[in-house]
């Protein structure tokens, strides 16, 4: 999308407020992460209308040799509300997010995020748009040397 007036360029992803849409993505953990859980808080906005969005996100790990066919683990939503049409959005932090798989030291993990426009709380009757998403871990180390 392109902003109105000084035309900055948001590569964005359109979630729909009807049927159900994933987007996926991957990230490399740094050595220094604990194996353990994650949260994340979705950025996004909207181009009109209001209401509430239901994001939610699952995750497995896999390893050097691991197949990439497998299961997702349990997801977590978190709800945030339409304030403003072409605002940033920073919705709240999720609730911790279990890892599935067998996470293991620079394991690759395989994210994937949806809108969940079959919840009640999700009433924004327009598309959302993902901008980004912020990933919490925690570490067990000072650094990855």
Same mark, same amino acid.
């Given at each position: ?14 979630? &729909?407020? /009807?049927?159900?849409?994933? *987007? ?7 050595? !220094?992460w604990? $194996? ?6 979705p950025?996004?906005?909207?181009? !009109? =209308? !209001? =209401? ?9 790990? /896999? ?6 066919? /497998? *299961? @997702?683990?349990? $997801? ?10 072409? &605002?940033l959005?920073?919705?709240? $932090? !999720?609730? *911790? ?11 690759? /993990? ?6 969940n426009? *079959? ?8 598309d959302?748009?993902?901008? =980004?998403?912020?990933? @919490? ?9």
């Amino acid at each position: 999308i392109e902003t109105a007036t000084n035309k900055h360029n948001l590569r964005t992803f359109d979630f &729909d407020s /009807v049927a159900q849409e994933f *987007a996926c993505f991957t990230l490399a953990m740094p050595k !220094s992460w604990n $194996e353990g859980t994650v949260t994340f808080r979705p950025i996004w906005t909207f181009s !009109s =209308g !209001s =209401g509430g969005v239901v994001w939610a996100l699952q995750a497995v790990a /896999v390893s050097d040799a691991d197949a990439l066919d /497998v *299961a @997702y683990g349990a $997801e977590q939503a978190i709800t945030d509300a339409a304030l403003t049409a072409g &605002d940033l959005h920073r919705a709240p $932090e !999720s609730a *911790a997010i279990t890892v599935s798989g067998s996470p293991a030291v620079s394991d690759t /993990v395989l994210f994937r995020i949806k809108r969940n426009p *079959a919840d009640a709380s999700d009433t924004l009757g327009a598309d959302a748009r993902l901008i =980004g998403i912020e990933i @919490y871990v925690t570490t067990d180390a000072g650094s990855d040397a």
